[in-house]
């Protein structure tokens, strides 16, 4: 009820007309994703702090940088995002999304934990340029992998990067979802419909077939268990994935630097088999170690950018 009343607070800036952001945001106004409860506290302390920290062992210098950044969430989803982000010290965020229902959570929940440095704005990607707003900090996550043209998605963003800025990227990958594009091809192939009662028939039918080793991999995966995460996991109206040498070309297409992955139980793991590589930076290296672990970055790469320094 509270939702419903807050939608009406929320700002929206151009009428979305893409056709796959309508199907998009069509999808999370029906089922906000995710829907929780609680997040977890940090101690609030500047960003460069927070970089350095999930970039390590690489280290950068970054010239200019405010002490009062300027943060885009371009894509909050129900606000779960958000929550990790007004972490950073003196931060002024803006929160976007395509769908109402999710902002209006993310609203609620931000509300009840009482931040106060979140702006929220129902928006398209496609319309950010006419923002007329430049970021020092841009987190996609999650977010470009449903558009139609992601690389149109991350042009727009970039071009509201200041230049010391940097930005983080969430990107699924095709080997670790191996197991995701086949469960999709099982849809297709029963004709399983993406409403409450399809999504319930279908997870009915992977029950009964448990020992298939496909399967086994999707029960797993705690998005299985719900209709909203169920829907986002394996009925998404729109999904591309990527392997890392196209992450590779895509840096390379659009002069940017590879400052690392965040993920530090990974990074480890990676150093033990690549300990040349101080930096934890090397792609074509990171290639071969996701051909020995496939499932390594079964959630998304996620991995912070910045335009080349000159």
């Keep these: 009820i509270k939702e419903k009343k807050l939608i009406n607070s929320i700002k929206s800036l151009n009428k979305i007309t893409d056709k796959v952001s309508l199907q998009v945001k069509d999808q999370y106004e029906k089922n906000p994703y995710p829907r929780w409860r609680y997040t977890y506290g940090q101690l609030t302390s500047p960003f460069l702090s927070k ?78 340029n006419k923002l007329k707003k430049n970021f020092d900090v841009i987190e996609c996550v999650g977010v470009l992998h449903h558009m139609k043209e992601p690389m149109k998605g991350l042009k727009i963003l970039l071009n509201l990067l200041e230049p010391h800025g940097v930005i983080k990227l969430g990107l699924y990958s095709e080997k670790a979802r191996q197991h995701v594009v086949k469960v999709r091809e099982f849809i297709k192939k029963n004709k399983f419909k993406n409403t409450i009662n399809g999504i319930r028939d279908c997870r009915h039918s992977i029950f009964i077939k448990k020992e298939d080793k496909v399967f086994k991999k999707i029960l797993n995966r705690s998005n299985f268990y719900t209709t909203s995460s169920a829907r986002d996991l394996m009925f998404h109206v729109q999904e591309h994935r990527f392997n890392l040498s196209q992450i590779s070309q895509m840096i390379s297409d659009f002069d940017l630097e590879f400052l690392g992955f965040s993920n530090e139980k990974i990074k480890n793991k990676y150093s033990k088999k690549f ?36």
């Design 275 to 310: 300990p040349e590589d101080k930096k934890n930076i090397l792609l074509e290296n990171w290639d071969q170690f996701e051909m020995l672990e496939p499932e390594t970055f079964i959630g998304m790469y996620n991995f912070w950018l910045r335009k080349k320094v000159r």
């Design 51 to 128: 970089l350095k920290n999930q970039i390590w062992p690489n280290k950068i210098k970054i010239k200019n940088q405010s002490g009062n950044p300027k943060i885009l969430v371009a894509g909050c989803g129900t606000g779960q995002h958000v929550c990790i982000v007004k972490d950073y010290l003196n931060s002024n965020i803006l929160a976007i999304d395509l769908s109402l229902s999710s902002l209006a959570y993310a609203k609620r929940k931000t509300d009840e934990l009482g931040f106060g440095n979140i702006e929220y704005l129902n928006i398209d990607i496609l319309e950010l």
